[in-house]
């Protein structure tokens, strides 16, 4: 199921959460995203805090031509880079969220970014829409 809210697209598969997070990255790299970072927040939370937290992985994701575009329109843009993509366990599900683009960029009220922000979003929904396939 894929859902659109103001700040981010999110879907809720049945797949298991490592392989729904493996269907994520190989559908990020379809869509020109490598992943930069990948924060286990289940592992840090316990060895950190010794709290044991459900199945969570953070990913920072970057499609360097769009990061290029941004960052050429304006500087500021790294504020907002890289794309912020979520996955955790919900019960018997994986829920998968990523950082609408548009919203994010929108909060730094440059016009010369829409275009870039629109085309990130495009790649995302993609993303997200081809989880179940």
């Given at each position: 199921?894929?859902t659109?809210?103001?700040?981010?697209l999110?879907?809720?598969?049945?797949?298991?959460?490592?392989?729904?997070?493996?269907?994520?990255?190989?559908a990020?790299?379809?869509?020109?995203?490598?992943v930069?970072?990948e924060?286990?927040?289940?592992?840090?939370?316990?060895?950190?805090?010794?709290?044991?937290?459900?199945?969570?992985?953070?990913?920072?994701?970057?499609?360097?031509?769009?990061?290029?575009r941004?960052?050429?329109?304006?500087?500021e843009?790294?504020?907002?880079?890289?794309?912020?993509?979520?996955?955790?366990?919900?019960?018997?599900?994986?829920?998968?969220?990523i950082?609408?683009?548009?919203?994010?960029?929108?909060?730094?009220?440059?016009?010369?970014?829409?275009?870039?922000?629109?085309?990130?979003?495009?790649?995302?929904?993609?993303?997200?829409?081809?989880?179940?396939?």
């Open positions: 199921m894929y659109t809210k103001t700040y981010a999110k879907a809720e598969v049945s797949l298991p959460f490592r392989e729904a997070l493996d269907r994520v990255k190989a990020l790299k379809e869509q020109g995203f490598g930069l970072t924060v286990d927040v289940q592992a840090t939370l316990k060895e950190k805090l010794g709290l044991e937290f459900r199945r969570y992985v953070i990913l920072g994701a970057c499609n360097p031509p769009l990061s290029r941004a960052l050429s329109a304006d500087l843009a790294g504020l907002v880079l890289p794309c912020n993509v979520i996955v955790y366990e919900e019960g018997d599900r994986t829920v998968v969220m950082a609408d683009p548009e919203t994010m960029m929108a909060t730094l009220g440059k016009p010369g970014l829409d275009a870039v922000a629109r085309d990130a979003r495009a790649r995302l929904e993609r993303v997200i829409a081809n989880l179940d396939s």
